[in-house]
């Protein structure tokens, strides 16, 4: 069952803007994991952070976690055209199995 | 990094007939793949693990009948889709992870199954 969601389904933001994605989520989680798919494509890894972690970088991306309130967000900063892609949050609960969210669509225009 | 090649990328297939899908890591052993299958624009949804040397795990609600998966090596996993029918039309994705829990796991690029 997908237990992750996130918000906004959708976002349309200009090259240079940062985007900022969120993920809830409802168990508990032995780690959250963010990975970007091109239209048709597969997905690629971004980023992961476990549950005892807070945050994380990586380049231009920022990824927080908030175990309390079951939530994550992955900011991508100075983005740019090239970031357009839909956007998952994965949760991992030990047992090797990912629950991905539903997606946010990025779109950034030149 | 690691590499986890999915063919065929496209195929088209009449009703009835099966079509299968190979998955394989190139530059590293995967005990364990997944098989996902997403409609489009939603999520990925497990369909099931496959796991070397045994027989998979199928998710609640998928037919192990129908989609058939072999995982005879540890760099080699097949999910078969048997008597296509157009509503099996979907993307199929598989991955499997090298190990290293930064890491994640490593995707192939997706089949795109059309039954006519």
């Known amino acids: 069952s997908q237990q992750g969601e996130e918000d906004p389904q959708a976002l349309s933001i200009q090259e240079g803007e940062n985007a900022t994605m969120n993920c809830s989520y409802k168990?508990?989680?032995?780690?959250l994991q963010w990975y970007r798919q091109n239209s048709g494509r597969g997905l690629v890894h971004l980023i992961l952070i476990r549950s005892n972690e807070r945050e994380k970088h990586s380049g231009r991306l920022r990824v927080t976690l908030d175990t309390s309130k079951k939530s994550s967000s992955l900011l991508i900063t100075a983005s740019r055209a090239a970031d357009t892609a839909s956007y998952f949050c994965?949760?991992?609960?030990?047992?090797?199995?990912?629950?991905f969210g539903k997606g946010t669509m990025l779109l950034v225009s030149p | 990094g690691a590499v986890v090649s999915q063919h065929p990328s496209w195929v088209i297939c009449k009703s009835g007939t099966s079509v299968k899908i190979e998955c394989r890591s190139l530059?590293?052993?995967?005990?364990?793949m997944f098989w996902y299958r997403q409609f489009p624009k939603q999520s990925l949804m497990l369909m099931a693990t496959s796991n070397e040397g045994s027989k998979a795990t199928y998710e609640q609600g998928v037919e192990k009948d129908k989609f058939l998966i072999n995982h005879a090596s540890l760099t080699l996993s097949t999910l078969t889709v048997t008597s296509a029918h157009p509503e099996d039309s979907s993307f199929y994705i598989c991955s499997a992870s090298s190990g290293g829990l930064d890491y994640g796991y490593t995707f192939g690029s997706g089949t795109r199954l059309t039954v006519v």
């Open positions: 168990t508990s989680i032995n780690n």
């Open positions: 994965a949760t991992d609960a030990g047992y090797s199995t990912l629950t």
């Open positions: 530059d590293f052993q995967a005990t364990t």
